[in-house]
C-alpha cells in the first residue's frame, strides 16, 4: 500500500463511502492525508463533574448510570443521561437523538465533551460528543478535535476515526 492506492480499497471503505470521500475530492490515501481540517474544537478541559460551571466547554469521563427517552407534548424527543463520576453525578441531554438509547450502554464508561447549562434549575451538559472510553484513550473528545470539511453521509466523527487508524 503507498500514497497513490485508491481509498476505496482500504478497510472498511467500500464504493458508498469511496463516493462520498471523491465528492470532498479524496480519491487517493494522499487526499485522504493531506484533507485538512478547516478548525478545532477545543474539549482538553477535563473537568470532575462537582467543579464544571454554566457556560464551560468541558469534558467529563464517567459512568453510565441510565438514559432514557422522554416524550414532550409537542412529539418531540429528548434524551436524558445520568452520569456519574468520583465527585458528583450529572445529567446530560440530548434532542430528538432516539438512536442513543440503543447505542451507550449503561455501567460503560465514557467521555462527554460539550457545554455546560442550565435545563431547568440544574446544571446539564446539552448535546455533547461522546465516546466510550477505551484503554484510557479518546479520538473525539478530551483534546483538540479537528474539525474536516464534510459531506452529506461523511462527519467529522467519521474521518477523525479513520485518519487514526490510517495514521
Keep these: 500500500m503507498d500514497l497513490k492506492t485508491s481509498v ?9 463511502y469511496a463516493k462520498k470521500l471523491q465528492k470532498l475530492n479524496i480519491q487517493t490515501l494522499e487526499d485522504l492525508l493531506y484533507h485538512f481540517p478547516s478548525r478545532y474544537q477545543d474539549y482538553s478541559l477535563i473537568s470532575p463533574i462537582a467543579k464544571v ?3 464551560e466547554v468541558v469534558t467529563i469521563n464517567g459512568k453510565l ?9 409537542s412529539g418531540r424527543k429528548i434524551q436524558k443521561a445520568q452520569v456519574t463520576d468520583h465527585s458528583d453525578q450529572m ?22 465533551s460539550g457545554k455546560i447549562d442550565w435545563f431547568g434549575r440544574k446544571k446539564v451538559m446539552i ?3 461522546y465516546e466510550l472510553i ?6 473525539h473528545t478530551g483534546r483538540l478535535a479537528p474539525v474536516y470539511p464534510e459531506t452529506k453521509g461523511l462527519s467529522s466523527k ?10
Design 8 to 16: 476505496d480499497r482500504l478497510f472498511m471503505v467500500g464504493p458508498a
Design 53 to 55: 460551571q454554566p457556560g
Design 65 to 73: 448510570l441510565n438514559i432514557k427517552n422522554e416524550y414532550l407534548r
Design 91 to 112: 445529567e446530560i441531554v440530548w434532542f430528538n437523538q432516539p438512536f442513543l438509547v440503543k447505542i451507550l450502554k449503561v455501567g460503560e464508561k465514557y467521555s462527554f
Design 127 to 129: 448535546s455533547p460528543e
Design 134 to 139: 477505551f484503554n484510557g484513550k479518546t479520538i
Design 158 to 167: 467519521w474521518l477523525r476515526s479513520y485518519l487514526n487508524k490510517l495514521i
